[in-house]
């Protein structure tokens, strides 16, 4: 039977950056587990245009996107976003930000819609870190207000480390409400404010982590209601995750993206999905945690 939403992916999200701690073959693995594990069906999934130019130029400066596309990135560009550049790399992030605009988009009808990818929230608008060269997070927001499909947003950003990009690109905007759980003694170092920053200890594991995100979901749709929420699922909170220090469970993990999605649809809030970080050791766990996600979406719609 088909899933009462769909799965963007396309084959052109892996960012082919060879032998590296982000693993980029992760998409591809997800997709193959849950058509392996007969989750899905492959009408489950729906594939994205990569995003125009015009859409990227709604959030990052012409001379970041102009040295993304012609590889003519300084060395310092290249060290603070730490992977390769390579044609295939940027012409990845563009369809991953197609991806998070098509996620947007179909959720507004679907309720959730989940992007195979994406959630790149260490991009800011002037150049990328931490493995994030364009925040596509940041562009579907910014496509769908133009579009007028939405007046407001909130991010929900439940990965490892703090969505500092994200936060930077909509300190001044109060049309979109970001929310940061993280561990606090983690990359980046500086960590512009979101709206609201849950900051963890090292070693937080499921029970206080849960508590935590139950409490900031509440303060945040008490203060702000939104057109849209973009959950950025991060797998590595992960106890065995290489670039995390805290302590969740795989079901830990799948509780938390229940108890994410179940806000959204009691408040009747579409939101998209999207995955950003995972580096557990063994890999198989990462693509577990982001199949899991999708099905709690499944949970909580049914």
Same mark, same amino acid.
């Given at each position: 039977?088909?899933?009462?939403?769909?799965?963007?992916?396309?084959?052109?999200?892996?960012?082919?950056?060879?032998?590296?701690?982000?693993?980029?073959?992760?998409?591809?693995?997800?997709?193959?587990?849950?058509?392996?594990?007969?989750?899905?069906?492959?009408?489950?999934?729906?594939?994205?245009?990569?995003?125009?130019?015009?859409?990227?130029?709604?959030?990052?400066?012409?001379?970041?996107?102009?040295?993304?596309?012609?590889?003519?990135?300084?060395?310092?560009?290249?060290?603070?976003?730490?992977?390769?550049?390579?044609?295939?790399?940027?012409?990845?992030f563009w369809f991953c930000?197609?991806?998070?605009?098509?996620?947007?988009?179909?959720?507004?009808?679907?309720?959730?819609?989940?992007?195979?990818?994406?959630?790149?929230?260490?991009?800011?608008?002037?150049?990328?870190?931490?493995?994030?060269?364009?925040?596509?997070?940041?562009?579907?927001?910014?496509?769908?207000?133009?579009?007028?499909?939405?007046?407001?947003?909130?991010?929900?950003?439940?990965?490892?480390?703090?969505?500092?990009?994200?936060?930077?690109i909509f300190a001044a905007?109060?049309?979109?409400?970001?929310?940061?759980?993280?561990?606090?003694?983690?990359?980046?170092?500086?960590? /512009?404010?979101?709206? %609201?920053? &849950?900051?963890? +200890? #090292?070693?937080?594991? !499921? *029970?206080?982590?849960?508590?935590?995100?139950?409490?900031?979901?509440?303060?945040?749709?008490?203060?702000?209601? /939104?057109?849209?929420? %973009?959950? &950025?699922?991060? +797998? #590595?909170?992960?106890? !065995? *995750?290489?670039?995390?220090?805290?302590?969740?469970?795989?079901?830990?993990?799948?509780?938390?993206?229940?108890?994410?999605?179940?806000?959204?649809?009691?408040?009747?809030?579409?939101?998209?999905?999207?995955?950003?970080?995972?580096?557990?050791?063994?890999?198989?766990?990462?693509?577990?945690?982001?199949?899991?996600?999708?099905?709690?979406?499944?949970?909580?719609?049914?």
């Amino acid at each position: 039977m088909a899933l009462p939403f769909k799965l963007v992916y396309h084959s052109r999200y892996d960012l082919h950056l060879g032998h590296h701690v982000f693993p980029a073959e992760k998409y591809a693995l997800i997709r193959e587990h849950l058509l392996r594990g007969r989750f899905v069906e492959d009408s489950d999934f729906i594939a994205p245009e990569p995003a125009v130019d015009e859409d990227v130029l709604l959030v990052h400066d012409a001379a970041w996107v102009n040295g993304l596309k012609n590889g003519t990135l300084s060395y310092v560009d290249l060290l603070r976003l730490e992977i390769p550049w390579s044609r295939e790399m940027v012409e990845a992030f563009w369809f991953c930000a197609g991806g998070s605009i098509l996620a947007a988009r179909r959720a507004l009808t679907d309720r959730i819609c989940y992007n195979v990818g994406g959630g790149f929230h260490h991009a800011f608008a002037d150049h990328g870190e931490g493995f994030c060269a364009i925040n596509d997070v940041a562009i579907a927001i910014r496509r769908l207000q133009k579009d007028g499909l939405i007046a407001r947003a909130m991010v929900v950003d439940c990965d490892v480390h703090d969505g500092n990009g994200t936060a930077a690109i909509f300190a001044a905007d109060s049309t979109v409400f970001t929310i940061s759980l993280h561990q606090t003694n983690n990359y980046p170092v500086v960590k /512009p404010p979101s709206d %609201i920053d &849950v900051d963890l +200890a #090292d070693g937080v594991a !499921d *029970d206080e982590y849960l508590a935590r995100l139950r409490e900031a979901l509440g303060t945040g749709l008490a203060r702000f209601q /939104p057109d849209l929420m %973009i959950y &950025v699922a991060g +797998a #590595d909170p992960y106890g !065995d *995750d290489q670039l995390g220090g805290l302590a969740l469970t795989i079901d830990g993990l799948k509780e938390r993206d229940r108890l994410v999605l179940a806000a959204a649809v009691t408040h009747g809030i579409p939101v998209a999905i999207t995955l950003a970080g995972g580096y557990a050791h063994n890999t198989a766990d990462t693509v577990e945690i982001h199949c899991n996600t999708a099905r709690a979406a499944v949970e909580v719609l049914v």
